[in-house]
């Protein structure tokens, strides 16, 4: 197996969730978005630990999961504390801060 | 010799299953993963995002990292996704076709995201581009990788224990009602 397919998998993965981070409006939506972002870089540390014999990518992968478990918890609540003060979850809509 | 061969020869073809499998896979997650992105139901797109994490722990079977298989399905397919279809149902009670999930620029998304899959897979060829995995690797041992982590990488795993307790603290105390 070439090591080529599994960065090209991940790249794509990549790549399409870059493109719902930018085009989705929703905060949900958005948060899966960066769970795709973060699995292909697991793919990727997962495969140069295959490719190298090392096990330290693996143990890499496992810390970027519960990361993403932390990631994840936090930023639903912000979207929840969103909710509840403007009623809307759209992201566009969070401009409190423009000038 | 002759068993020396058959050897090589099944393992050339336990390869090559392994490599249209790990094609089949692919294939599900890039379609799963492009649907999630241009759906406009929110619970479809939670659901799209289960099959690519699930196609995600196959690949990492494929790629004998058995012990971060079994973790994604444990923590992402088990915890994560609950959370999001929680985030779903608190902040929207409607289940159907939405509308207005889309950005109006949606081409320049589009543009960013296909510029950057260019120049990854070009640097990605351009450096690996006969690069082959090891021909015998095995699965990796479970206990090959708490080795790891409790000797090696120790100092991380306790700033990660630390920063899950503060993302703990810090998500009740975000989205508490007082």
């Given at each position: 197996m070439f090591l080529n397919e599994f960065l090209i998998f991940a790249a794509l993965l990549f790549c399409i969730g870059v493109y719902g981070v930018l085009v989705r409006k929703n905060g949900v939506m958005v948060l899966m978005s960066i769970e795709l972002i973060l699995n292909s870089v697991n793919i990727n540390l997962v495969a140069f630990s295959t490719y190298n014999g090392d096990v330290g990518g693996q143990v890499f992968a496992l810390f970027i999961i519960a990361v993403a478990a932390a990631e994840v918890g936090v930023g639903l609540a912000i979207v929840l504390l969103m909710y509840r003060n403007r009623r809307s979850i759209d992201i566009a809509e969070a401009n409190l801060l423009k000038g | 010799m002759i068993a020396l061969l058959a050897n090589e020869a099944l393992s050339s073809v336990e390869t090559g299953v392994a490599n249209g499998f790990f094609f089949v896979v692919a294939g599900v997650a890039v379609i799963a993963a492009l649907k999630m992105v241009t759906t406009q139901n929110v619970v479809h797109a939670a659901l799209y995002l289960l099959v690519v994490l699930t196609s995600v722990a196959a690949t990492y079977v494929i790629l004998g990292a058995e012990f971060v298989a079994v973790t994604q399905v444990m923590?992402?397919?088990?915890?994560i996704m609950v959370l999001l279809l929680f985030g779903v149902m608190l902040t929207r009670a409607k289940l159907g076709d939405d509308t207005?999930?889309?950005?109006?620029?949606r081409w320049i998304g589009a543009l960013v995201a296909l510029v950057t899959f260019a120049v990854m897979t070009y640097s990605v060829v351009e450096e690996f581009g006969s690069t082959k995995l090891p021909s015998d690797f095995s699965a990796t041992a479970t206990e090959e990788v708490s080795n790891q982590i409790f000797s090696t990488y120790i100092v991380p795993f306790e700033a990660l224990s630390v920063l899950l307790l503060a993302a703990l603290i810090g998500a009740i105390v975000v989205a508490r009602r007082d």
């Open positions: - | 923590v992402y397919l088990g915890a207005d999930l889309d950005h109006d620029q």
